[in-house]
């Protein structure tokens, strides 16, 4: 897990996560450390296993994006 690169969008949600909600942000790195060890445990290819801990940071960060922008129609 340490080596994972997180793209910038991400890696900016969660630090806006770990300053204004950080019991969130916990959640997130131990619901991804799970993830990364579940793809260790179901043997996947070393090329896909840091998919499933980055999509669940993902997933654990929607709740801090704006909210969407709605154009008067």
């Known amino acids: 897990m340490a080596a994972l690169t997180l793209p910038a ?3 900016m949600r969660l630090t806006v996560l770990r300053d204004q909600r950080p019991a969130m942000f916990q ?7 799970i993830a990364g060890t579940l793809a260790q445990r179901l043997k996947l290819p070393p090329a896909e296993r840091p998919a499933l801990p980055l999509g669940h940071a993902c997933i654990n960060t929607v709740s801090t994006a704006p909210p969407p922008v709605r154009c008067a129609t």
Request: no cysteine.
């Open 27 to 33: 959640h997130a790195l131990r619901t991804a450390m």
């Open 9 to 11: 969008p991400l890696l």
